[in-house]
Every structure is written in C-alpha cells, then in structure tokens.
C-alpha cells in the first residue's frame, strides 16, 4: 500500500515566520497524528485527528501552532510565528488497527 | 505519569555480534508496547509490537523483545547485526488507547 506523504522534506525559515506542512494518509486511515521530534529526543504527540475532528490535542502549543483537516483526508500543520526552538522533524502517521504508519517527516530549522 | 525509558543513547558493536537494546516503562494495569526503527532521512518503522500472549515477540530483521512484567522491561535484541542495521530505534507505549508515548531513542551504530 502506498505511504503516509508528507511536503516538503525540508524547510528553513527565519524565526517570526509562518510555515506550513502537509500529510496525506494513507487511504481510509481515519485517525491522523502529527508529532514533533526534536533532535536528540523521541517523538512527542502534537495532535490527534478522527476524521476531521480533534481527539486529543493537549500538546499543541496553541498560540502559534495549529492543525485542521477538513474534509477528514489530508491535513495541515502551521506555525505561525516560528521561534528558534521549534526546529525539528514534524512527523504525519496514520493508523489502521493497532499499527501506525509514518511519513518520512518535514525537516524545519529555523534561525 | 506513563512513562518509557530507554537506558542507552548510543549503543555501538561490531558487525555479527549480538546486541540488546533496553526499554523500561512505568507500570500500568494494561500496556501495549512497540518498537520502532528509524532509518536515516526515513520514516519510523514497526519492528515488533507486544499487545497480550507470548512474552517473546519476534519482528522483522531478525528483531525480537521480551516483555518482563515483573521487571517492566521490553529489551530488544538481536543475536548478529548487520551494517544495515545502523539506525535510531524507539521504543514505544499505547496505554490501550490511540495514544503513543516515545522513549527519547538508541543509537545503534554497527561497525565493520
């Protein structure tokens, strides 16, 4: 079956500025997670997506991070504005069952 | 707070040598527990999952992982590595829900 994809691979950005990623899930995945890796630590849930509706997104700095999915397929994570410390991997996984399934991740610096 | 340590950050060993990568979680009544392999510019992969049954979990590559209750433990191990074994693996907990809460990774480098 075809990946989790997720655009762009790469992003620099200067901090106060807005960025955008985007994650195709696999199809008929209902449920969609971003997470946020940062270097050297594990990957840390930022939101949780049941079709288009949020399950769980205590995480998510929501001042300046947000996430929708609005017709409950692909999704879209936004920092608006970004500081230094948000630089990381954003992972896009979706879920069949018990097994999750992760996209190669969008890599942000920002500086 | 549900919580999952892994012991080392780096772990190196030469090529066909054995390797056990150690995981320790914080009790709970029920657990689910994975690990995952993250290859460079990748992204992460199920090895093996433990969800009720047989302790001794076997996964791809040759992985397998113990779940100890007593000890609250899921090791991984390998009895050879191989070169392309080289990699970031997380291991992982699902309290039962959809939820999965990453240990912080162990660098495996696998040396020639």
């Known amino acids: 079956e075809a990946g989790v994809a997720q655009s762009p691979r790469y992003k620099i950005i200067e901090k106060r500025q807005s960025v955008a990623f985007w994650c195709n899930p696999i199809s008929g995945h209902a449920t969609l997670y971003w997470y946020q890796q940062i270097l050297g630590q594990g990957p840390k849930l930022l939101i949780q997506f049941q079709n288009n509706g949020v399950v769980d997104d205590s995480q998510l700095p929501k001042d300046r991070f947000s996430a929708e999915r609005l017709k409950g397929v692909d999704s879209t994570l936004k920092i608006q504005p970004a500081k230094l410390e948000d630089s990381a991997v954003y992972l896009c996984?979706?879920?069949?069952?018990?097994?999750?399934?992760f996209g190669q991740g969008t890599r942000l610096t920002v500086v | 707070a549900q919580s999952v340590t892994q012991l080392d950050s780096q772990v190196p060993v030469f090529e066909e040598a054995p390797v056990e990568l150690r995981c320790n979680y914080s009790?709970?009544?029920?657990?689910?527990l994975f690990w995952y392999v993250q290859y460079p510019n990748q992204g992460l992969q199920l090895l093996l999952k433990?969800?009720?049954?047989?302790?001794l979990v076997k996964g791809i590559n040759g992985f397998e992982a113990e779940f100890n209750k007593s000890q609250t433990s899921f090791h991984l191990r390998k009895p050879s590595v191989h070169i392309s074994d080289t990699a970031e693996y997380f291991c992982a907990r699902g309290p039962g829900g959809f939820k999965t809460i990453f240990g912080a990774g162990t660098r495996l480098f696998v040396k020639a």
């Open positions: 996984a979706s879920r069949s069952l018990e097994k999750a399934f």
């Open positions: 009790s709970s009544v029920s657990v689910y």
């Open positions: 433990y969800l009720s049954g047989s302790t």
